[in-house]
């Protein structure tokens, strides 16, 4: 959980740098995941970066994006997604990070989410060449999935409404869950690193100023 206080302190020094109108928390949080994620996968070169560019993916959902509008009723999420490459050190600096984000959730506004779904187009190319979504030997590739803002623990199955929510570990790589902390505004954020990175993850003084 990234607690609120400290995380809010935090968020007005990065919009400050970013020149990033409020940014969300999603895009705070992500991007400095995404941060210690690459440092940790490069701290056995003598630089960041050195080997190959990292590629950072966040899924979408553009249900709010659709020119015909679904109604609130309507079940289930219409996924696209979008990415931005970090090929230097100062790609992954938050500031940078954080603009980048905002910048594609801006252009992803402007798509048009039926001929024009990346996450879609990604998936039928990759079973065009026989291979897994994002799965690219050129690129170290990371993933997000935010469900900040869901009502989760506001669903009630009819014996009352949950005491904590979760999300499963799974046969995943380089993949991070975000979703809200049930007190308060922070965001719990559920970590998938392949297990030699995930030690120097954890050591990052920088993500650990932030975490309780």
Same mark, same amino acid.
């Given at each position: 959980? /990234?607690?609120?206080?400290?995380?809010?302190?935090?968020?007005l020094?990065? =919009? $400050?740098?970013?020149g990033?109108?409020?940014?969300?928390?999603a895009?705070?949080?992500? =991007?400095?995941l995404?941060?210690? =994620?690459?440092?940790a996968?490069?701290?056995t070169?003598?630089?960041?970066?050195?080997?190959?560019p990292s590629?950072? #993916?966040?899924?979408l959902? #553009?249900?709010?994006?659709?020119?015909?509008?679904?109604?609130?009723?309507a079940i289930?999420n219409?996924l696209?997604?979008?990415?931005?490459?970090a090929?230097?050190?100062?790609?992954?600096?938050?500031?940078?990070?954080?603009?980048?984000?905002?910048?594609?959730v801006?252009v =992803?506004?402007?798509?048009?989410h039926? $001929?024009q779904?990346?996450?879609?187009?990604?998936?039928?190319?990759?079973?065009?060449k026989?291979k897994?979504?994002?799965?690219?030997?050129y690129? %170290?590739v990371?993933?997000?999935? %935010?469900?900040?803002?869901?009502?989760?623990?506001?669903?009630? /199955?009819?014996?009352?409404k949950?005491?904590?929510?979760?999300?499963? %570990?799974?046969?995943?790589k380089?993949l991070?869950?975000l979703k809200?902390?049930?007190?308060?505004?922070?965001?719990?954020?559920?970590?998938?690193?392949?297990?030699?990175?995930m030690s $120097?993850? $954890?050591?990052?003084?920088e993500?650990?100023?932030?975490?309780?």
């Amino acid at each position: 959980m /990234f607690p609120l206080f400290q995380f809010i302190r935090h968020n007005l020094k990065v =919009a $400050e740098e970013s020149g990033v109108e409020n940014p969300t928390r999603a895009e705070v949080v992500s =991007a400095l995941l995404f941060k210690c =994620a690459v440092k940790a996968a490069s701290s056995t070169t003598t630089s960041m970066l050195t080997r190959r560019p990292s590629k950072f #993916v966040h899924l979408l959902n #553009v249900r709010s994006m659709m020119k015909s509008r679904l109604p609130q009723s309507a079940i289930g999420n219409l996924l696209s997604s979008f990415s931005t490459t970090a090929t230097n050190e100062q790609d992954i600096e938050l500031p940078t990070l954080v603009r980048n984000l905002r910048k594609g959730v801006e252009v =992803a506004y402007t798509k048009d989410h039926v $001929e024009q779904n990346e996450l879609i187009l990604e998936v039928v190319e990759s079973m065009r060449k026989g291979k897994k979504p994002f799965d690219d030997e050129y690129e %170290n590739v990371y993933s997000c999935s %935010n469900l900040c803002r869901f009502p989760l623990y506001k669903v009630d /199955f009819g014996w009352g409404k949950p005491e904590r929510v979760s999300l499963p %570990n799974g046969p995943f790589k380089n993949l991070f869950f975000l979703k809200d902390y049930k007190i308060g505004g922070g965001v719990d954020a559920r970590v998938m690193l392949q297990k030699q990175h995930m030690s $120097e993850f $954890e050591r990052d003084e920088e993500l650990l100023e932030l975490i309780s």
